[in-house]
Structure formats: C-alpha cells, structure tokens
C-alpha cells in the first residue's frame, strides 16, 4: 500500500488525543454487566484541564461506567504520571481508504492509567477523592523510579551520565548511605582531629590532616579532586598523546610553565595524574575569572565539563546571586593553592600562579601560610614550601596598655 504521511503538531487551543489503558484489565468494549438501565451503554469520558489557561498541561480524565459506583481516573500530574519523562509518544491513524497515516502528538506526552475510584457523594471531583493526594510520590520516590526508567530505556551516554553523578553523590544513594553508616560504627573516633575540626572550618581551607606524615597526605588528592571527576580531566594528557601541547591562548601562566614536567615523567600513570591536576586547576582559574569583571574576557569562551562546573557552582557560587563572595574567593584560592604545591612537590614560586589568580605576591604569601606554609625568598623569588605536620599560624592578641 502506498500512503501519504502526514506529522501533526500539537495546538494550544486544542488537546491532544489521549491514550489510556485500564490497570484494573477492565474492558470498556464489553456490555456492562449490571441489573440497572446501564446494559449495552458505552461508559461516560470526561476530559478535565486545568483552569490556569491553555499552557498548563495538567490533565485528568474520568471513565464512568454507566450503573457502576465506581469511576476510573487518570491524571499526568500524579503517581507514575508525576515521575521523570524519558519517551516522547505519538499516536499513528492509518486511514485505508484515503491511504493516509495521520502521526498525531500524545497529550503532555503521557500515557494515562485508569485507576479505579469509589464514587464520593460529597465531591467525586476534588483532587483528594480521586486519590490525587495519596498516590503522590516524594522526591526520593520519583528520582528512583526515574532512574529505573532511564536504565531500562535511556541512551548509554545517559545511563553512564547517570552513574558518574551518582558516583558524585554517594549520599543521595540509600544503598551507599547504609554501607556509609555501616563503616562509620566500625570507625575509631580520633579526639584530636575533632577538637581540630572547628579551626579547620573557620579557616576555610580544603579538606586536610593535621597529623599527616608527609606533605602528599597533609592535603590529600582524592578529596580535593573527587573520583567521578578524574574522567572529564584528560584534555592536557590528552594534548601531550597527540605531541600538541598545551595551547598558550586557553591555559594559565602556571600551567603553561609546567608542561615541560609532564613530558619528562616516564610512568603513564603518574603523568595522566599530573595532567589532570593542571586541567583542574586551569577549571578553578577560569571559574574565578569568569565570574569577575577582570578576568571574564578570558575566561568567557572556556568549556567547563558538565560535573565539574556542578561542583563549582555548589562550593564556591552564591545562592543568591551569580557572583563569588570573598570567603568563597578565599576557598577557591585555597584550592588552586594547594594543587600548585602537588604539582611542583611542594616547593613552588609564587609568581606564575600571582599572575593567573590576579593578585599580588603578598596577599597569595599570606595565602600560602594561611594554609601552613612557609614561605621564603631564593635570590628575589618567593617561595612557598608546606612543612608536615601542619601549623597554623595562631591569630595574634593585642596587649593590653595598663
């Protein structure tokens, strides 16, 4: 058979046919089997839409056998109707005759299941009688159910996006969540670094240990670059795999002067590592310049990866306004900070990453000891160099004139 097709789009002034099936298996074709004038009768079906105007696409539709004191309904706006969409339907009309098949959108893309509903003499149509309150599902329940639904029908880019945030944010997980309690009852407490803790937060630095043996562990990598991140890290490794380079146009100063480092590391393994702390901290620059007026014209054609500038957004940005407030400039710094002293074995010059962060060599001195440093001049270069275990420079009191 050769036939015309035919796309048609939705109109806001008319729905859009609707496709419903009936949990109960009730089967409206049938005659109705009841002892009132109901016998042979096709049932009643009501469209209601919301009144706010024709944009709204909150829809319910009532099915009233006739004799039965029972409705069935449905609506796109509660229980599986509420849960994250991941299919777009459409409905086909073959027209044999005409030899036309007519694609029709669905209404709000959904597909409505008929419940079954006790009739309420007092009010069938509130939302509360036809059960629009108790098959309400919580935030937890639908992101469960979204997420089963994309993992039988998503993309594989999509399930593995999904993966890697939830690799993110472990705690949102409530299987992760009870292995977590689990290994924190079988945790020794350590009274020190509780009584440190309340200091560590008011100087609003990265994660630390005090007590550490070696300045690698002092600040250690996998809580400042955390392990779903390293994958969206590659771009620096991967420059150096193609014999490009790092681009002088698209890097800071301190990450353009190192590159020489990486090609001088003969383990793979611990070069990727390098690399990826140099694209971090190239994100962390760009970040900060990109919500500043010094820096934004650097800073405004930079491609963040999608769970890095996440992060950004939830550590450093304001909630309230678009801008980084100075204790969240304070921390961001602190990061770059750190990493520099990753990358150059904790000993690095102050100058080049001065010039990346826009500042000058005494504010980033008092930075770098802020964070335990020590910090000297070799010939008229400044230097920071982080000493373990960590001591923090005590706040100095004013004496008292009798």
Request: glycine content about 6%; proline content about 5%; hydrophobic content about 35%.
């Amino acid at each position: 058979m050769n036939i015309r097709v035919k796309q048609i789009s939705e109109k806001p002034e008319r729905i859009a046919p609707i496709v419903a099936y009936f949990a109960s298996g009730y089967d409206p074709s049938d005659k109705f089997d009841g002892d009132g004038d109901g016998d042979g009768h096709c049932p009643d079906v009501e469209v209601y839409r919301h009144k706010a105007g024709t944009k709204s696409k909150r829809l319910q539709v009532v099915v009233s056998p006739p004799g039965s004191s029972v409705k069935f309904v449905g609506s796109n706006y509660t229980g599986e109707g509420a849960t994250g969409q991941t299919c777009v339907y459409t409905l086909g009309v073959l027209d044999k005759e005409k030899q036309t098949l007519k694609i029709l959108p669905i209404a709000s893309n959904k597909i409505f299941i008929l419940e079954p509903r006790v009739k309420n003499a007092e009010s069938v149509d509130s939302e509360a009688s036809l059960g629009g309150v108790s098959t309400e599902l919580t935030a937890a329940e639908r992101a469960v159910k979204a997420r089963k639904l994309n993992n039988l029908y998503g993309t594989k880019s999509a399930i593995n996006r999904d993966k890697k945030m939830r690799a993110l944010n472990p705690g949102d997980d409530p299987e992760s969540q009870q292995h977590l309690e689990g290994k924190l009852n079988e945790m020794e407490i350590k009274k020190e670094a509780l009584e440190s803790t309340d200091s560590i937060i008011s100087r609003n630095i990265p994660p630390c240990d005090v007590s550490a043996a070696t300045p690698r562990e002092a600040y250690p990598l996998d809580q400042i670059i955390l392990k779903g991140e390293w994958g969206f890290l590659e771009d620096i490794y991967s420059h150096l795999q193609q014999g490009t380079g790092a681009a002088p146009d698209t890097y800071p100063v301190f990450v353009r002067n190192r590159i020489y480092k990486l090609r001088d590391i003969k383990d793979e393994t611990e070069k990727k590592t390098m690399s990826c702390i140099l694209s971090f901290i190239t994100h962390l620059v760009k970040f900060k310049d990109v919500k500043s007026m010094n820096g934004y014209n650097s800073a405004k054609d930079h491609r963040f990866p999608g769970v890095i500038q996440q992060r950004f957004k939830s550590m450093f940005r304001d909630l309230e306004s678009d801008r980084i407030p100075t204790d969240k400039i304070n921390l961001l710094t602190s990061y770059v900070l750190v990493l520099t002293l990753h990358v150059d074995e904790f000993k690095t010059s102050v100058e080049d990453i001065a010039k990346d962060l826009r500042m000058s060599s005494i504010d980033l001195r008092k930075h770098y000891e802020h964070l335990g440093c020590k910090c000297s001049r070799v010939k008229t270069v400044l230097h920071a160099t982080l000493p373990v275990p960590l001591k923090f420079p005590q706040a100095m009191r004013k004496k008292r004139r009798r």
